[in-house]
């Protein structure tokens, strides 16, 4: 009996440390781990459409981009200002406009995990354009692969034509459900615009999002969130904007921030134009 209760004793410790190990790989599984972080500048000259950068290989379902965009003096209208950008392939990078006039000059940021983070990405054009009536938002859903809503964020940029900003120009991107990403713009102009766009399922995160609206008369508004360490936390928000043809920066531009570990303040220069906007937190 004595010989039994050994080996009975022994193969019950085999089996823990075999569950134990599972768990472990498991969770190591999970873990956003980075392998690596790139960055670095762009230009698109004047008299050209788009530029590229080559960046060590990375695997694309892994990575993602994030970028900004400096516009020469000369630049304003979305034809030559508007950019996009996308990870094209493995190891480049494409930045893009739909028109040729100005300089612009991008700074770019490439992240890629070993583990714990999947990326989805596409390039979405906005068909049947001047359908859209002005009080009726285009809306067009994007199918991707079922992602946890709670461990996600979009990003996206956006190639479009146009002499001069306006309701046509802003993009609203949601995440509505496992398997559908939102992209919502007040109306269409006479081109159709190209979204290029990032669902990133991070899985150590705990990503909180949701809708904030300004009304005409708003320069400023608030949304309180649970509670987050600022020091590990970060703002991504998309929007669109409603009301005029024609959009002067004071309006459109609506910066975002945390105020404080429970609070988020967006706000803008001027009153004006109605705007929905979506964040990431």
């Given at each position: 009996m004595?010989?039994?209760?050994?080996?009975?004793?022994?193969?019950?410790?085999?089996?823990?440390?075999?569950?134990v190990s599972g768990t472990l790989h498991a969770l190591d599984g999970q873990a956003a781990q980075l392998s690596s972080r790139q960055s670095g500048t762009a230009q698109i000259a004047n008299g050209a459409s788009s530029s590229t950068a080559t960046i060590t290989s990375v695997t694309t379902s892994k990575a993602f981009l994030v970028f900004s965009a400096r516009l020469g003096?000369?630049?304003?209208?979305?034809?030559?200002?508007?950019?996009?950008?996308?990870?094209?392939?493995?190891?480049q990078l494409t930045f893009a406009r739909s028109g040729t006039t100005g300089v612009i000059d991008i700074n770019w940021y490439v992240v890629e995990f070993t583990s714990g983070?999947?990326?989805?990405?596409?390039?979405?054009?906005?068909?049947s354009p001047g359908?859209?009536?002005?009080?009726?938002?285009?809306?067009?859903?994007v199918t991707i692969a079922s992602v946890d809503t709670a461990k996600s964020f979009a990003l996206i940029s956006v190639l479009n034509?146009?002499?001069?900003?306006?309701?046509?120009?802003?993009?609203?991107?949601r995440i509505t459900s496992a398997t559908n990403l939102q992209l919502t713009i007040a109306t269409l102009g006479s081109a159709a615009p190209v979204v290029e766009w990032?669902?990133?399922?991070?899985m150590d995160s705990n990503v909180q999002s949701r809708q904030v609206t300004f009304a005409t008369t708003d320069t400023s508004k608030t949304d309180t969130v649970t509670s987050?360490?600022?020091?590990?936390?970060?703002?991504?928000?998309?929007?669109?904007l409603d009301n005029n043809a024609t959009i002067n920066p004071n309006i459109a531009s609506i910066r975002g921030q945390l105020t404080d570990a429970t609070t988020l303040t967006f706000?803008?220069?001027t009153s004006g134009n109605a705007a929905t906007l979506t964040y990431f937190l």
């Open positions: 004595k010989q039994l209760g050994k080996k009975f004793t022994l193969r019950s410790l085999c089996l823990v440390l075999l569950m003096s000369t630049i304003v209208d979305p034809v030559h200002g508007q950019v996009s950008g996308q990870l094209t392939s493995s190891t983070v999947t990326v989805q990405r596409g390039s979405q054009a906005i068909s359908s859209c009536p002005i009080v009726t938002p285009c809306t067009t859903d034509t146009g002499t001069a900003y306006g309701r046509d120009d802003y993009f609203e991107a990032q669902v990133v399922e991070y987050v360490n600022l020091s590990k936390s970060w703002l991504i928000y998309s929007y669109q706000d803008r220069n």
